[in-house]
């Protein structure tokens, strides 16, 4: 493999990997993911895996360190997403537990 080669697989690696990590600031930040789907992200999470296998027995650089951040994101997102799922009903306030209870003018 050639310099230009890895060099084109950093670049790749680089671009795709950054791209979730948006995904985690947000679902950080406003503490709600329950717009993500866990079958999506689990699915993705065992295809990072399988190409982080893949770099480590080929022993390429650029797909070994771009998967594995890659897998560190995503776990950060499955993570989250079980935490605050798990927060959520305990989060809702007085006034909708009570709103049912309220009778109509």
């Known amino acids: 493999m050639t310099a230009i080669h890895t060099w084109l697989g950093y670049a790749a690696g680089t671009l795709t990997t950054i791209a979730f ?8 930040q406003t503490k709600r993911a329950e717009d993500l789907h866990i079958g999506t992200l689990v699915s993705f999470t065992v295809g990072v895996t399988l190409w982080l296998t893949y770099g480590l027995l080929t022993h390429q650089r650029p797909v070994i360190l771009a ?19 798990r927060a959520a009903p305990r989060q809702q306030e007085p ?6 209870n309220q009778s109509k003018p």
């Open 95 to 100: 006034a909708q537990l009570s709103g049912s």
């Open 21 to 28: 990590l948006p995904q985690v600031l947000h679902v950080w």
């Open 67 to 85: 998967n594995a951040v890659t897998l560190a994101l995503q776990a950060a997102i499955i993570f989250l997403k079980l935490r605050y799922a």
